[in-house]
Nanobody, 121 residues
Framework: QVQLVESGGGLVQAGGSLRLSCAASGSILSINTMRWYRQPPGKQRELVATITKGGSTNYADSVKGRFTISRDNAKNTVYLQMNSLKPEDTAKYYC???????????????WGQGTQVTVAS
């Protein structure tokens, strides 16, 4: 059984910073792509940032230059450094990972339970 556990959310003033972490645990052979999504109140879930196994990254236009995604493959952990936070960044943030547990190269999708980020104006 694989679990993704996020941490690091909270309440911050506009302009402040937070660092989210998401650790994967369980019977893991390897982890492919990892992503952060967010779901603002009353809106649909949206993709925030992606990092491949090799470290290539991609960001939503709304967070480019402010957020940085990174990963520590030895710790099976993905991070999201969020700087210059704005009230519109308020959302529940979810991590996502493609994880192989049985056959090399066969990946299944896993989600964390989410962590709340609230940015006060």
């Amino acid at each position: 059984q694989v679990q993704l556990v996020e941490s690091g959310g909270g309440l911050v003033q506009a302009g402040g910073s937070l660092r989210l972490s998401c650790a994967a645990s369980g019977s893991i052979l390897s982890i492919n792509t990892m992503r952060w999504y967010r779901q603002p109140p009353g809106k649909q879930r949206e993709l925030v940032a992606t990092i491949t196994k090799g470290g290539s990254t991609n960001y939503a236009d709304s967070v480019k230059g402010r957020f940085t995604i990174s990963r520590d493959n030895a710790k099976n952990t993905v991070y999201l450094q969020m700087n210059s936070l704005k009230p519109e960044d308020t959302a529940k943030y979810y991590c996502y990972a493609e994880i192989s547990t049985t056959l090399p190269g066969k990946y299944d999708s896993y989600w964390g339970q989410g962590t709340q980020v609230t940015v006060a104006s």
